[in-house]
T-cell receptor
Framework: NAGVTQTPKFRVLKTGQSMTLLCAQD?????MYWYRQDPGMGLRLIHY???????AKGEVPDGYNVSRLKKQNFLLGLESAAPSQTSVYFC????????????FGSGTQLSVL | AQSVTQPDIHITVSEGASLELRCNYS??????LFWYVQSPGQGLQLLLK??????LVQGIKGFEAEFKRSQSSFNLRKPSVHWSDAAEYFC??????????FGAGTRLTVKP
């Protein structure tokens, strides 16, 4: 019973490098989300998706892109990483919107040097 | 957009003592309100949620929260804290699109 799986768990990048974080859920959820967590700031929504083929901007979308080509996967891309993107990234999913419980992955620790 | 304030960054309580964690929200309509808990190195787990009906909500692990519209608050309570409750607690407010906004979190330390 995997739930929400994030890969990789840890990554170190140099400034300017690119990478993609993968989120996969096996619960047939419509909604998926990417958050970043920084000390003293809680979780901030980067992008989210309300269904396959759709994406929307959250609170802090700049410097990130996302794609939801398949219902079970939600990819987060950093085209040119910056030290300000050093953070812990969490993916989450929910069955629908409107007050549904979020299921979280275990996070990806990203450091940009 | 909606927002959440958790006034207490860090709280320390003795094991067996009661607990109250504060949460204030800002949202124009009736909010969806949540409390999540995060243990070190883990993702977040839902404790309880409110979106309508009885303003006193029961959750898992013996937690409860009360929605007070007049005070824009959704405080989390537990009558007797256990050492295993040490974690970080996040209040969140959502809208119909599940655009969920989280507070900065309150770290709970439990003294033996």
């Amino acid at each position: 019973n995997a739930g929400v799986t994030q890969t990789p768990k840890f990554r170190v990048l140099k400034t300017g490098q690119s990478m993609t974080l993968l989120c996969a859920q096996d619960m047939n959820h419509e909604y998926m989300y990417w958050y970043r967590q920084d000390p003293g700031m809680g979780l901030r929504l980067i992008h989210y998706s309300v269904g396959e083929g759709t994406t929307a901007k959250g609170e802090v979308p700049d410097g990130y892109n996302v794609s939801r080509l398949k219902k079970q996967n939600f990819l987060l891309g950093l085209e040119s990483a910056a030290p300000s993107q050093t953070s812990v990234y969490f993916c989450a999913s929910s069955r629908t919107g409107g007050g549904e419980k979020l299921f979280f992955g275990s996070g990806t620790q990203l450091s940009v040097l | 957009a909606q927002s959440v304030t958790q006034p207490d960054i860090h709280i320390t309580v003795s094991e067996g003592a009661s607990l109250e964690l504060r949460c204030n929200y800002s949202y124009g309509a009736t909010p969806y309100l949540f409390w999540y808990v995060q243990s070190p190195g883990q993702g977040l787990q839902l404790l309880l949620k409110y979106f309508s009906g009885d303003t006193l909500v029961q959750g898992i692990k013996g937690f409860e929260a009360e929605f007070k519209r007049s005070q824009s608050s959704f405080n989390l309570r537990k009558p007797s804290v256990h050492w295993s409750d040490a974690a970080e607690y996040f209040c969140a407010v959502g809208n119909n699109n599940n655009d969920m906004r989280f507070g900065a979190g309150t770290r709970l330390t439990v003294k033996p």
